[in-house]
Nanobody
Framework: QVQLVESGGGLVQAGGSLRLSCAAA????????MAWYHQPPGERRDLVAT???????GYADSVKGRFFVSRDNAKNTVYLQMNNLKPEDSGVYYC????????????????WGQGTQVTVSS
């Protein structure tokens, strides 16, 4: 059963913009703070942005002022507007609810979507 579907990634030059979308199943979306995670090649998956049910936003320092997260509660969809992209922003982007950690340090997620690939060329 597909519960998280990310889209909108692509290849862009440094300084460019992309808008990612994530359609989430209602049981995930309606009661949770939603989040975007970034996994560069060969590295761990890091939290980059969060948005609460009442639209309060949070950002990792690395993306503040460049990325903007939003959600449409009527459409069960969360967005990530990515501006002034840098090569280090490359990787796969995933959405999920805001997660805690497992004892081994990994994200305590029951499932992930397939993610969407972002490649920023210099």
């Amino acid at each position: 059963q597909v519960q998280l579907v990310e889209s909108g990634g692509g290849l862009v030059q440094a300084g460019g913009s992309l808008r990612l979308s994530c359609a989430a199943a209602g049981q995930i979306f309606s009661v949770n703070t939603m989040a975007w995670y970034h996994q560069p090649p060969g590295e761990r998956r890091d939290l980059v942005a969060t948005v609460t049910i009442d639209h309060t936003e949070g950002y990792a320092d690395s993306v503040k002022g460049r990325f903007f997260v939003s959600r449409d509660n009527a459409k069960n969809t969360v967005y990530l507007q990515m501006n002034n992209l840098k090569p280090e922003d490359s990787g796969v982007y995933y959405c999920n609810r805001q997660l805690g950690f497992r004892p081994d340090g990994g994200w305590a997620a029951d499932y992930w979507g397939q993610g969407t690939q972002v490649t920023v060329s210099s």
